[in-house]
């Protein structure tokens, strides 16, 4: 099994921090606050053609403290995506957090 990572730069702007291309299986995502201040972020998990918003927020607000990171997926855990499937996130400043999702394909 061949893992992959993909990072991103969380801004106020909902945008990817991951897109899966075929079925994945998404096995870690943390968001990593590096600035000087608390920061609130969200996460989406949205499929195929749809857009980010209250039906799929999977994370709301949670504030990521000074230097300190949210791991939302770790251990044995495992989000399936279909493709063109995507997690969103978003944040309450820009240049705060960075978002790190590993994945596979199956």
Not at 9 to 19: D, E, F, L, M
Not at 72 to 77: K, L, R, V
């Amino acid at each position: 099994i061949q893992m992959s990572i993909s990072t991103a730069n969380v801004t106020a702007s909902t945008a990817n921090a991951y897109s899966s291309s075929g079925n994945t299986a998404v096995t870690f995502l943390s968001l990593a606050n590096y600035s000087a201040s608390n920061v609130t972020a969200n996460v989406y998990v949205v499929p195929s053609g749809s857009s980010a918003g209250n039906l799929n927020v999977s994370v709301a607000n949670i504030q990521i403290t000074v230097q300190d990171t949210f791991q939302y997926y770790a251990g044995n855990e495992k989000l399936i995506l279909a493709n063109g499937d995507s997690i969103q996130v978003n944040a309450g400043s820009n240049n705060a957090i960075a978002a790190v999702v590993s994945y596979t394909s199956i």
